[in-house]
């Protein structure tokens, strides 16, 4: 098997001082690890240094999915503390969701959020998440969810959500709600830096893939190859497949602001140089060896160990450069995950 062909090899140690727990301020005063794969070489800069690297003609691809008060916290009929993470939404009340604790949160049982709004737990599905449905007794489930839900961090930032965070876990453009984790490469953009990239002649893409919070499952076989991915809705519209295709067309460079965003265009049908109209659940899961078609850079974030996405990162950066920055990072005091620094692969 080749190198970087088994989990393990997606392996590093971090000090767990280096997970930022808080964004940067401004947004695009993060660094910027930049890692050139035709010369091997590592630089380092800061986001906003960003636009310097691209030109005229290039495309900037943007997931504007916007994410919801997903976790829902409340008290069991014994007064004990649950928690309820909404993943997608099956109809008016009834969502797929995550539950904890999972022993005493089982088929039957419900959970008080606030007076007048209630979950009951209706079944348990195959991987093992639960169907449940929203009780509220005016009937507006989204603007309970709104008014009494938390922005969902991902577990490794050890507080509870704040008034910062229902700004700052989003970014500038996030449009479509359906995300239960934020496409993170995407928050180090200010609303100025969008527009100095907009004045050098790149051309701004929108699509959507909604993040589900299987993103932040860790590979747990010994081979990724069996690893079963999620699935996430995502879309490519009209708009969206003619300007990437005239972009191909001119011979402009297609950027993907994050993984997601990847997963999106190579998930998206092509015919030749042609991207089309496409939407719908995609487990695309991107590992070396991979051919891309849709992507000639990349800007990320620094990811979890025996993650898809550091395995996304190898199969576009190749494996050894890959592990050599991630290195360099450890190294040289890169902030790691959701609010910390980036990665532009060129």
Not at 103 to 116: E, N
Not at 117 to 133: G, H, K, N, P, Y
Not at 218 to 229: L, S
Not at 236 to 263: D, F
Request: aromatic share 8%; charged share 25%.
């Amino acid at each position: 098997m080749t190198h970087g062909g088994r989990t393990a090899d997606y392996d590093f140690e971090l000090n767990p001082a280096r997970i930022a727990q808080e964004p940067v301020e401004p947004r695009d005063a993060c660094k910027l690890m930049v890692v050139d794969r035709a010369s091997g070489r590592i630089s380092h800069h800061i986001f906003r240094d960003l636009p310097a690297l691209m030109r005229a003609g290039d495309a900037l691809v943007l997931n504007t999915t916007r994410v919801f008060r997903a976790r829902l916290l409340g008290t069991r009929p014994s007064g004990a503390p649950g928690e309820v993470l909404l993943l997608r939404q099956l109809d008016a009340d009834r969502w797929e969701a995550m539950v904890s604790p999972g022993g005493k949160l089982r088929p039957g049982r419900t959970m008080m959020v606030a007076p007048g709004f209630d979950v009951e737990i209706l079944e348990q599905t195959e991987r093992r998440t639960r169907i449940v449905r929203l009780c509220v007794a005016d009937g507006d489930s989204a603007a309970a969810i709104e008014r009494h839900g938390h922005v969902p961090l991902p577990p490794y930032i050890a507080r509870p959500d704040t008034a910062l965070d229902a700004e700052r876990y989003q970014t500038v453009y996030a449009a479509e709600r359906g995300s239960v984790a934020a496409p993170t490469a995407g928050l180090h953009f200010t609303p100025s830096l969008l527009d100095e990239i907009a004045r050098r002649g790149v051309e701004r893409v929108n699509v959507v893939l909604h993040v589900g919070a299987g993103t932040f499952k860790p590979v747990e076989v010994d081979d990724p190859a069996q690893h079963t991915m999620h699935e996430e809705w995502f879309e490519v519209t009209e708009t969206a497949a003619r300007a990437l295709t005239a972009t191909r067309e001119r011979g402009g460079a297609i950027w993907a602001v994050g993984t997601t965003a990847t997963r999106t265009l190579e998930s998206t049908t092509r015919d030749g140089a042609a991207f089309a109209v496409t939407r719908g659940d995609t487990r695309i899961f991107i590992r070396p060896p991979y051919t891309f078609h849709g992507v000639d850079k990349l800007i990320t974030n620094f990811h979890l160990p025996r993650s898809t996405l550091l395995m996304l990162v190898a199969a576009f950066a190749g494996y050894d450069l890959s592990m050599r920055a991630y290195r360099e990072a450890i190294d040289g005091d890169y902030r790691f995950y959701s609010y910390g620094d980036a990665m532009a692969i060129v």
